[in-house]
């Protein structure tokens, strides 16, 4: 699946789970991301829940 296809419900569970303590090799793997992509998303929604995701 493409990055932009991700609802941003699934970027925020994304986020979520390396803020729990799963490492982020496993986390991307899991998702089939990269870790660039998991550092981009990071950076973009670090701490904003779904609906304030937009834009």
Do not use: H, V
Request: net charge positive; with cysteine.
């Amino acid at each position: 699946m493409k990055a932009w296809k991700f609802p941003d419900a699934q970027k925020a569970f994304i986020l979520k789970q390396g803020e729990d303590g799963i490492s982020r090799a496993e986390i991307c793997r899991r998702a089939g991301i990269s870790q660039a992509t998991y550092f981009n998303w990071k950076k973009k929604y670090d701490g904003l829940l779904p609906p304030e995701m937009n834009g």
